[in-house]
């Protein structure tokens, strides 16, 4: 029963290191660039529902991009990772409507960069904790 409950709060603060990761990123994007659009009546709400709908397509949808991608992803030695990432912004994108908008591509590639580069480190702080709680099998 001790592990299970391990595992729960291994799973709430993988969550919540993805919302932080990701809520940081778009603060520092939206502010800087205006290519990247979030509706303002409600800003809290809609970065919240912007990173829980991109944070749910990368534990659904990105396995199975990744996997089928991995051909190309090789012969380019990892540069159509962050491809992925964009597909993954238009596709919240287009689930939200006007309330999150993407125009710049060459922003979007940037911001997908920059996700991945959230995903690893994420990743790694995430491998420590389950290594300390001792749930971390090699």
Not at 100 to 129: D, G, P, R, W
């Amino acid at each position: 029963m001790e592990i299970k409950k391990k595992e729960t709060v291994i799973k709430i603060i993988d969550w919540l290191l993805y919302m932080l990761g990701y809520t940081l990123v778009f603060i520092l994007v939206t502010s800087f660039f205006t290519s990247i659009y979030i509706d303002s009546n409600h800003l809290f709400l809609w970065s919240f529902i912007i990173i829980l709908v991109i944070y749910v397509l990368n534990k659904t949808v990105k396995p199975i991009l990744v996997t089928l991608t991995i051909p190309i992803t090789g012969l380019t030695l990892g540069l159509f990772y962050p491809c992925i990432n964009v597909f993954i912004l238009k596709l919240a994108d287009w689930f939200l409507g006007s309330h999150f908008q993407t125009k710049n591509l060459c922003i979007i590639f940037f911001v997908a960069i920059l996700l991945s580069i959230t995903n690893f480190i994420m990743e790694e702080i995430l491998k420590k904790i389950i290594k300390r709680a001792k749930v971390w099998t090699k």
